[in-house]
């Protein structure tokens, strides 16, 4: 008998993971923020086939974190731009990447740093409450099932 539970259609995280829980997406993601817009230009960076662009391109389109625009009438082009709700994805694209920075890459190796333009420092990210400012980590808080309200 498996010990394993299985995943609450109630947990957040395994919601997502059904919407961007794949290589392809979060890379897809990254060049958005990045400014690639462009089919063509989205498959030049990724090194991605064009049915798996495509096929992951409209399941982001579907969950509402980019939208299709045309830019050319003929032939028919469009260039994908990310909604209110993919452009506040931004904050888990940073996560990772620091988490990655920290993690996953030797001293010496080349890897990309975000730098804060305002400082000119290399980003340090760190989560904070909203409401006081406080350091967030897994002792300060607690997990309580509840019903989403009004953003």
């Known amino acids: 008998m498996s010990s394993e539970q299985p995943v609450s259609a ?4 395994s919601r997502l993971l059904d919407i961007a829980g794949e290589r ?10 990045n400014g690639v817009r462009r089919f063509d230009g989205l498959q030049k960076n990724l090194g991605i086939s064009k049915k798996v662009l495509s096929q992951r391109l409209r399941r982001l389109v579907e969950a509402g974190l980019l939208s299709r625009v045309p830019y050319q009438e003929r032939p028919p082009r469009f260039e994908y731009r990310l909604t209110a709700k993919g452009r506040d994805f931004f904050p888990v694209l940073v ?19 975000l ?3 305002e400082c000119g420092h290399p980003l340090d990210a760190k989560l904070v409450c ?3 400012n406080g350091a967030v980590t897994p002792a300060r808080i607690k997990a309580i099932d509840t019903i989403k309200r009004e953003q």
């Open 24 to 33: 392809w997406s979060f890379l897809i993601l990254r060049d958005l923020f």
């Open 115 to 117: 730098t804060h333009l």
């Open 95 to 113: 996560a990772m990447l620091s988490w990655s920075n920290r993690w996953l890459f030797n001293q010496g190796e080349q890897t990309t740093e």
């Open 10 to 13: 109630s947990c957040p995280i």
């Open 130 to 132: 909203g409401h006081c």
